[in-house]
């Protein structure tokens, strides 16, 4: 198919989708709004669609693990639903006599959602409820390795569409292994854009032209301190760093631990299935070929990582991740970015607050503004870390993968897609979630004046200064 082919069907495509949320706005309600969010969650949380959508995932991905993909599957979808159970995405959401202003949400439109090969099935199904809860039609672009997933993904919600009475075309997505100049079409045609994924999409998206939610890389740091509980952060650490295989953006990719603790938090890594590595060339050398990770390394089981870094019978049999020391910082330095596997950095700092500059080099070196965590029973230390690392998340006494992305023991929504700020170039920071896909119409009427005098506001700058 030649180019202008290509182009034509990612038209064609966001033609009928458009049309689709047409209709749908022009005949919509809240119970219609909330049934479309309802088949799309029910058709990936289904038990043997979830397992089907995990295994189909790992086997053309080659990334993560089925088990771990089932529960990634099932409760960023769970605490979607619990997120947007009671949101108001239609009608009057806001009416204030005092201010004389009555809100009505209102659809973007079409969605163009940009989604990656780590996520296949659990990030394309969370921008499509979010969508749909709020009016929209949505189409998915995937990338090449997560087209298979993608496609029983909007086959599974198209038959609980048909069962609901609800039009297939709000979900679709662009067919075929896709292509540079397809998303690039879809970037520009759509109302706004979602990306996930490569900071190369990211870069395009907001150049596109089109209003685009996009977030920023990953490396998370984490600092363990002379005050944590030192066998729960450990456990923790074990628990996010081996998640899916560490394909999450959130998963720790560097500990920072203070001096008067090291030996003993070591310890507890080994405890918990963590190998350490003093010599950091026997890890770089098989992580890295040509410049890039080593696919066989990467997002893949512990035995499988272990044997392709050549280091089979050097490291117990029951090893859960490699925790590999390092001092170095930056480009140089490859251990200090992040790894996508099951490879964990271990910096030590003589205090608290050398621990503080040596995160926020690494975060200055890659994942600035998306980040951090530490495990500390000082309460007054996160406080430290929210003024002097550029972040905008700093994840307390927590597993980092299980609570960067919405927990249902922490407050944050349940997202798949971290906005970093302008730290990490990006127009949001927060959590990418249900507000961000709806938009409001103001109405706006007259009230009593409320003129102020100026002086209400100058006096102390006049007494002081004059005017």
């Given at each position: 198919?030649?180019?202008?082919?290509?182009?034509?069907?990612?038209?064609?495509?966001?033609?009928?989708?458009?049309?689709?949320?047409?209709?749908?706005?022009?005949?919509?309600?809240?119970?219609?709004?909330?049934?479309?969010?309802?088949?799309?969650?029910?058709?990936?949380?289904?038990?043997?669609?979830?397992?089907?959508?995990?295994?189909?995932?790992?086997?053309?991905?080659?990334?993560?693990?089925?088990?771990?993909?089932?529960?990634?599957?099932?409760?960023?979808?769970?605490?979607?639903?619990?997120?947007?159970?009671?949101?108001?995405?239609?009608?009057?959401?806001?009416?204030?006599?005092?201010?004389?202003i009555t809100e009505i949400a209102r659809p973007i439109g079409v969605?163009?959602?940009?989604?990656?090969?780590?996520?296949?099935?659990?990030?394309?199904?969370?921008?499509?409820?979010?969508?749909?809860?709020?009016?929209?039609?949505?189409?998915?672009?995937?990338?090449?390795?997560?087209?298979?997933?993608?496609?029983?993904?909007?086959?599974?919600?198209?038959?609980?569409?048909?069962?609901?009475?609800?039009?297939?075309?709000?979900?679709?997505?662009?067919?075929?292994?896709?292509?540079?100049?397809?998303?690039?079409?879809?970037?520009?045609?759509?109302?706004?854009?979602?990306?996930?994924?490569?900071?190369?999409?990211?870069?395009?998206?907001?150049?596109?032209?089109?209003?685009?939610?996009?977030?920023?890389?990953?490396?998370?740091?984490?600092?363990?301190?002379?005050?944590?509980?030192?066998?729960?952060?450990?456990?923790?650490?074990?628990?996010?760093?081996?998640?899916?295989?560490?394909?999450?953006?959130?998963?720790?990719?560097?500990?920072?631990?203070?001096?008067?603790?090291?030996?003993?938090?070591?310890?507890?890594?080994?405890?918990?299935?963590?190998?350490?590595?003093?010599?950091?060339?026997?890890?770089?050398?098989?992580?890295?070929?040509?410049?890039?990770?080593?696919?066989?390394?990467?997002?893949?089981?512990?035995?499988?990582?272990?044997?392709?870094?050549?280091?089979?019978?050097?490291?117990?049999?029951?090893?859960?991740?490699?925790?590999?020391?390092?001092?170095?910082?930056?480009?140089?330095?490859?251990?200090?970015?992040?790894?996508?596997?099951?490879?964990?950095?271990?910096?030590?700092?003589?205090?608290?607050?050398?621990?503080?500059?040596?995160?926020?080099?690494?975060?200055?070196?890659?994942?600035?503004?998306?980040?951090?965590?530490?495990?500390?029973?000082?309460?007054?230390?996160?406080?430290?870390?929210?003024?002097?690392?550029?972040?905008?998340?700093?994840?307390?006494?927590?597993?980092?993968?299980?609570?960067?992305?919405?927990?249902?023991?922490?407050?944050?929504?349940?997202?798949?897609?971290?906005?970093?700020?302008?730290?990490?170039?990006?127009?949001?920071?927060?959590?990418?979630?249900?507000?961000?896909?709806?938009?409001?119409?103001?109405?706006?009427?007259?009230?009593?004046?409320?003129?102020?005098?100026?002086?209400?506001?100058?006096?102390?700058?006049?007494?002081?200064?004059?005017?």
């Open positions: 198919m030649n180019a202008p082919d290509d182009l034509a069907e990612v038209d064609a495509i966001v033609a009928r989708a458009r049309a689709a949320q047409a209709r749908f706005e022009a005949d919509g309600s809240q119970a219609l709004y909330d049934r479309a969010a309802q088949a799309a969650g029910w058709a990936i949380m289904e038990p043997a669609r979830n397992r089907h959508l995990a295994e189909l995932a790992v086997e053309t991905t080659g990334l993560g693990n089925v088990p771990d993909k089932i529960t990634k599957n099932h409760r960023k979808t769970l605490g979607l639903m619990r997120d947007i159970a009671t949101a108001k995405t239609f009608g009057v959401i806001r009416d204030d006599p005092a201010t004389g969605i163009g959602a940009v989604v990656p090969s780590t996520n296949p099935g659990a990030t394309p199904a969370n921008n499509i409820i979010n969508a749909v809860k709020c009016g929209n039609a949505i189409v998915v672009s995937p990338s090449p390795k997560g087209v298979p997933t993608c496609e029983a993904l909007l086959g599974y919600i198209h038959a609980e569409f048909d069962k609901a009475g609800i039009d297939r075309d709000l979900v679709q997505m662009i067919p075929g292994r896709g292509s540079k100049n397809k998303t690039q079409r879809l970037l520009e045609t759509a109302d706004l854009i979602v990306v996930t994924g490569s900071q190369n999409n990211v870069r395009r998206a907001y150049t596109s032209g089109t209003p685009a939610l996009a977030v920023g890389a990953g490396n998370v740091t984490v600092i363990v301190d002379e005050t944590a509980d030192l066998a729960a952060a450990a456990d923790k650490i074990r628990a996010s760093k081996t998640f899916d295989n560490a394909t999450s953006c959130s998963s720790e990719n560097s500990v920072v631990v203070v001096d008067a603790i090291y030996d003993a938090f070591v310890a507890e890594m080994a405890r918990t299935g963590g190998a350490l590595i003093k010599d950091e060339s026997k890890v770089t050398c098989k992580l890295w070929v040509k410049g890039h990770l080593n696919p066989h390394a990467i997002a893949r089981d512990a035995d499988q990582m272990i044997d392709a870094l050549g280091l089979s019978g050097e490291v117990p049999e029951d090893t859960e991740y490699l925790a590999v020391e390092s001092t170095g910082i930056g480009p140089d330095h490859p251990l200090s970015g992040e790894k996508l596997s099951r490879v964990l950095t271990v910096y030590r700092a003589s205090d608290f607050d050398a621990a503080v500059q040596t995160a926020r080099a690494i975060q200055l070196h890659q994942g600035v503004g998306h980040s951090v965590g530490i495990h500390t029973a000082d309460p007054e230390r996160p406080l430290t870390l929210a003024t002097a690392i550029p972040t905008s998340r700093i994840i307390v006494n927590q597993a980092h993968t299980f609570a960067t992305g919405g927990s249902f023991t922490n407050g944050m929504p349940f997202s798949l897609s971290m906005g970093c700020g302008s730290w990490g170039g990006n127009s949001i920071d927060t959590n990418v979630h249900w507000r961000h896909f709806m938009q409001t119409t103001k109405i706006v009427r007259e009230i009593p004046g409320h003129e102020p005098d100026p002086s209400a506001f100058f006096a102390d700058y006049w007494a002081a200064y004059g005017k």
